[in-house]
């Protein structure tokens, strides 16, 4: 399996979201009561996200050794696929544990990719009612799984993109700076506060200049995320000190008391707010 699903469960939104939307559609396709995924991992397949139309049977976190699942069988199956009407009797899955856990009849399941081939996963469907798959069941799943192999795609984009899009440049001892670039959405904002709250505790940094030259306001909307960082920051013990507000983001932020209160050094350019803080640029 490939390094990249090295991801918490928690990255893959793109992915739960959409899949919790099409099960309730597989539940009523193949007339079952649980739908699923699951994500790969080094030992053990782990519940992303789940639908139980009536009674609860998989709880999403829920988490198998890799050994003992019946994702195993999908995954190792020519046709990466398994189906049988009644685990219960079946010849190899009455002997796992987890059938006794369930106690659950009718199975389907096939295997999840990316776009590359790569298996992240399975995609799988229980009764607790015995159920005959027949092939275009099994058509239609797949069909379903090639689906979410798009969004395991854009998932993984984002979160690559979330690291690449946190540019933090070391000045000295204590003095950092942070550019925002472009648009800062909710699943950005997560990342950028975490970065640098992270950052600013394990370097011991004192002054982190933030600037905004670089942002993108979405729909006159100031990133609240901004402030919350700031805030976050003068909790931390460090000072933060903005610049590079356009008078595009001053047009629009004028009355934001939010932003007014926050009562941190705003200064017009980078240069200033290293002078501010004891830095002067000296021409060689």
């Known amino acids: 399996m490939s390094d990249e699903y090295n991801l918490a469960a928690s990255e893959f939104r793109s992915l739960r979201k959409a899949s919790r939307k099409m099960f309730q559609v597989i539940s009523k396709q193949l007339d079952v009561n649980t739908a699923y995924v699951t994500k790969r991992g080094d030992h053990a397949m782990t519940v992303l996200s789940s639908f139980n139309a009536k009674e609860e049977i998989i709880p999403e976190g829920y988490s198998v050794e890799y050994s003992g699942t019946y994702c195993r069988m999908i995954i190792s199956n020519d046709n990466e696929a398994m189906t049988t009407p009644n685990l219960i009797r079946d010849e ?64 993984e984009t984002k979160y690559n993109m979330s690291l690449l899009n946190v540019p933090i440049i070391p000045i000295t001892k204590g003095v950092s700076i942070l550019t925002i670039q472009g648009i800062i959405d909710n699943y950005r904002a997560d990342k950028i506060m975490e970065k640098v709250l992270k950052y600013g505790s394990e370097n011991e940094i004192d002054h982190f200049v933030i600037d905004l030259s670089g942002l993108v306001i979405l729909d006159g909307k100031f990133p609240c995320v901004l402030v919350d960082i700031v805030q976050s920051l003068q909790l931390m013990g460090i000072e933060a000190i903005i610049t590079g507000i356009s008078p595009e983001i001053a047009k629009h932020e004028v009355n934001n008391i939010q932003l007014l209160s926050l ?5 017009a350019n980078l240069e200033s707010a290293l002078e501010y803080i004891g830095f002067h640029l000296v021409e060689k």
């Open 92 to 155: 190899i899955t009455r002997e796992l544990e987890v059938t006794s856990q369930l106690e659950v009849k009718g199975f389907l399941g096939v295997a999840l990719k990316d776009l590359n081939g790569e298996v992240f996963g399975t995609l799988c469907v229980m009764d607790k009612q015995e159920k005959e798959f027949k092939k275009k069941d099994i058509d239609y799943l797949k069909s379903m799984a090639e689906v979410l192999s798009h969004l395991i795609e854009l998932d």
């Open 263 to 267: 009562k941190t050094k705003t200064v």
